[in-house]
Nanobody, 125 residues
Framework: QVQLVESGGGLVQAGGSLRLSCAAS????????MGWFRQAPGKERDFVAA????????FYADSLKDRFTISRDNAKNTVYLQMNSLKPEDTALYYC??????????????????WGQGTQVTVSS
């Protein structure tokens, strides 16, 4: 069973940067689709970015593609989310997720079946 642990969240001023990490443990497969989602209090869980470890394709929410970058380190079995030019509206709990057999949209949280506990990102103005 694959387990995901997020890290790297914290408090940052508007315009600053953070780099989130998602480390996978247990039996892990490079063919998993990996995604980042975020959820603010009282809001639904929204898609942020995703990457297919089988092919290297990356996907982003349209409003974030110029500021956020998803990447991977296969040797460390870790996925990263580099967040630049952060805004107060980026404040949320950020989740890492994995889908072993993705048949729906890679942007849909319901397509993922393994989730981390989340890491809090707070952007002050």
């Amino acid at each position: 069973q694959v387990q995901l642990v997020e890290s790297g969240g914290g408090l940052v001023q508007a315009g600053g940067s953070l780099r989130l990490s998602c480390a996978a443990s247990g039996r892990t497969y490079s063919t998993y689709a990996m995604g980042w989602f975020r959820q603010a209090p009282g809001k639904e869980r929204d898609f942020v970015a995703a990457v297919r470890w089988n092919g290297g394709n990356t996907f982003y929410a349209d409003s974030l593609k110029d500021r956020f970058t998803i990447s991977r380190d296969n040797a460390k079995n870790t996925v990263y989310l580099q967040m630049n030019s952060l805004k107060p509206e980026d404040t949320a709990l950020y989740y890492c997720a994995a889908a072993r057999y993705l048949r729906g949209s890679i942007r849909d949280p319901e397509a993922y079946d393994i989730w981390g506990q989340g890491t809090q990102v707070t952007v002050s103005s």
